[in-house]
């Protein structure tokens, strides 16, 4: 689903190709010493709405941009449609700086956790405790001798989830003469950490849901947080009901591809999508590629759905901002150190974290 994945069959033609080249992250390559760090590449970001400063001069002096529409809801809060995109809502700060270190703490420790699947369930089978190992520097490694699910011929239904392969050890137990044990440093695993999926579990290879994989049902705090926060997308007398959450996590120079969210039932029920972390560009299109989308900005505590028609544009995330002055996270990161966290503090500084939740069925 990063990068290229969900473009794949894309010529660079497209409006929407074009517009998520412009605003990829490049680096410079004028500076040819090698002591020199590497600076991005500067794009224009004239073109990118930001409705952060859109609702400090409708709160200042009741500016609007044209095509812009404030919406009453009763979430007592400002929220913002776009004339040309109905069914896209755009709740900025939606999240108080409180909320956002508790989705990004349950994002990294909770989220993560059997029975929900990460992109490394694939490699090495169910991780416990990621996060923890981490930061103490433990190294996963491969236990000799114990069969994989192919090797032991144990017929389908023995799912490489049931042999426990992998263990994490501590960095000094692990010798590295001459064993010959496959081992991965959890920190890197972290930083490899792309997705993991809440509730009714997602396959990303049949791109659908599998109702057949072991899941918990979606926390109750995220739920109740969805619920209420999509009321403004609901029609009248409906009620929003969360059955799956995908947390993206994206790291330097990580993107999402252009795509549609399509496997789910019912389209008018909308998409409830978070942001945590670093400031990022959203690419919000049309129904086709070829339809110029529009480029936003999503800083942490932003909240945007997707209902109806808008559930019917391409939309991704080609860009994420991790240098001090774009990453608009100072509130973040304030928070993270006054509480001595510095395990989330050192991950936040340099990713973001996007929870969307989803009605199924
Ligand atoms: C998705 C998605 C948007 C974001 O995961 O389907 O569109 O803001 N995410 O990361
Ligand atoms: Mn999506």
Sequence with gaps: MYGSARVSDD?????????????????????????????????????????????????????????????????????????????????????????????????????????NRTNH????????????????????????????????????????????????YGEHSVSSGGNPCKSVSAAVLLRKLRWSTLGLQFDWSKRNYDVSLPHNKIPVALCQLAKRMAEPAMLEGEQFQPEAAIVNYFGIGDSLGGHL???????????????????????????????????????????????????????GVPRIFTDKEHAEITPIELQFSHEDDHCYLEYIRTSRININIRQVF
């Design 261 to 315: 969210d399509d496997m789910e039932a019912d389209w008018s029920k909308p998409i409830v999508s978070m942001s945590l972390g670093c400031k990022a560009i959203f690419l919000l299109g049309g129904k086709s590629r070829e339809d110029p989308p529009l480029a936003m900005f999503l800083r942490s505590g932003d909240i945007v759905l997707m209902a109806g028609e808008a559930r019917e544009c391409f939309h």
């Design 121 to 168: 369930n694939a490699f090495y089978g169910h991780i416990h405790d990621l996060f923890i190992a981490a930061n103490e520097n433990k190294v996963l490694v491969e236990e000799a001798g114990v069969p994989t699910s192919l090797e032991s011929n144990s017929g389908p239904s023995v799912s490489n989830d049931d042999v426990h392969r992998w263990k994490f």
């Design 11 to 115: 010529s660079d033609r497209t409006a929407f190709r074009k517009a998520e080249k412009k605003y990829k992250l490049y680096y410079d390559d004028t500076s040819k010493s090698s002591k020199k760090k590497k600076q991005p590449k500067r794009v224009d970001l004239s073109e990118v709405l930001d409705f952060k400063s859109i609702l400090k001069s409708q709160v200042e002096n009741g500016d609007l941009l044209p095509g812009i529409i404030p919406l009453q809801s009763d979430l007592h809060r400002p929220v913002f449609c776009l004339e040309s995109r109905p069914g896209f809502f755009f709740i900025p700060e939606a999240l108080s700086v409180e909320e956002q270190c508790q989705w990004i703490r349950e994002s990294l420790n909770n989220f993560p956790q059997p029975p």
